[in-house]
T-cell receptor
């Protein structure tokens, strides 16, 4: 079946611009996670959705970062006024309700010039 | 919060040899420990996992061991093959499904 998909796969933007990253989870997966992976680094947790609500936003690095999820499916991560330090791969993962196993998408590589 | 340390950061082995990657965690409430393999340009893929009520789990050439008392868990890959070359991440999950990842191990299997 279809896995987690993310778009775009690559995004190059200029400093100060806003960007939107999209995640389509596996059908039936009510939990959705966003992570950030800087070059050669581990995965940094950003935000967790259960359905449309976000019980844990503790990983969002600043108020320039926000995320929403509608219809319990697609999620959008928005970064406003991008900075060069925002350059990273942004990964999305989803899981079944109450399950620990997370399935990752291929990521969006964001480059801020 | 949870803190996961992973060692080594890089590991080179000859094809056919075994590879061991070790992680420690800090939160005794963590109860699920997955291992992910990430190939270049791809998202992490779950390869094996273990729950806190189990000490060892094996799947063909891959095994994971857990020592709850010492808060250690390890990934063992036997008879390594070139296609095992990748970055491996351990993780710990406790309450509220919050996942904390280790910093990764870059494994190189030399043919």
């Amino acid at each position: 079946g279809a896995g987690v998909s993310q778009s775009p796969s690559n995004k190059v933007t200029e400093k100060g611009k806003d960007v939107e990253l999209r995640c389509d989870p596996i059908s039936g997966h009510t939990a959705l996670y966003w992570y950030r992976q800087s070059l050669g680094q581990g995965l940094e947790f950003l935000i967790y959705f259960q359905g449309n609500s976000a019980p844990d936003k503790s990983g969002l690095p600043s108020d320039r970062f926000s995320a929403e999820r509608t219809g319990g499916s697609v999620s959008t991560l928005t970064i406003q006024r991008t900075q060069q330090e925002d350059s990273a791969v942004y990964l999305c993962a989803s899981s079944y309700p109450g399950a620990y196993k997370q399935f990752f998408g291929p990521g969006t590589r964001l480059t801020v010039l | 919060g949870e803190n996961v340390e992973q060692h080594p950061s890089t590991l080179s082995v000859q094809e056919g040899d075994s590879a061991v990657i070790k992680c420690t965690y800090s939160d005794s409430a963590s109860n699920y420990f997955p291992w992910y393999k990430q190939e270049l340009g791809k998202g992490p893929q779950l390869i094996i996992d273990i729950r806190s009520n189990v000490g060892e789990k094996k799947d063909q050439r891959i095994a994971v061991t857990l020592n709850k008392t010492a808060k250690h868990f390890s990934l063992h890959i036997t008879e390594t093959q070139p296609e095992d070359s990748a970055v491996y991440f351990c993780a710990a999950i406790g309450g509220y499904q919050k996942v904390t990842f280790g910093t990764g191990t870059k494994l190189q299997v030399i043919p």
